[in-house]
């Protein structure tokens, strides 16, 4: 059974930083992309950051480039997304989600499997 779990997050003030984490577990994830999305209320789900699973290239999304970096760590199964600089518009729940020997994609239904999101809070 397939899980990806996340966590790391929380309420920061604007201008705060926060390493969000994602465990997987039940997949081989060295072969697995791992993405990650995000969706405020009353909003749909976007694509944020994207880390391939060969040659770790990454993708980020213009509204977050140059403030967020994933990362991952195949020998512990876990992909990161550290966010620095977050602003109120940053608020949102954030979901990791992996696609199996898949370039790094901006559409959630590349994915194949998602974890139960963690929310993260920006106050101004």
């Known amino acids: 059974q397939v899980q990806l779990v996340e966590s790391g997050g929380g309420l920061v003030q604007a201008g705060g930083s926060l390493r969000l984490s994602c465990a997987a577990s039940?997949?081989?994830?060295?072969?697995?992309?791992m993405g990650w999305f995000r969706q405020a209320p009353g909003k749909e789900r976007e694509f944020v950051a994207a880390?391939?699973?060969?040659?770790?290239?990454?993708d980020y999304a213009d509204s977050v480039k140059g403030r967020v970096t994933t990362s991952r760590d195949n020998a512990k199964n876990t992909v990161y997304l550290q966010m620095n600089s977050l602003k109120p518009e940053d608020t949102a729940v954030y979901y990791c989600?992996?696609?199996?020997?898949?370039?790094?994609?901006?559409?959630?239904?590349?994915?194949?499997?998602w974890g139960q999101g963690t929310q993260v809070t920006v106050s101004s």
């Open positions: 989600a992996a696609r199996r020997l898949g370039k790094g994609s901006k559409s959630y239904s590349d994915y194949d499997y």
């Open positions: 039940g997949l081989s994830f060295s072969i697995y992309t």
């Open positions: 880390i391939e699973w060969i040659g770790s290239t990454t």
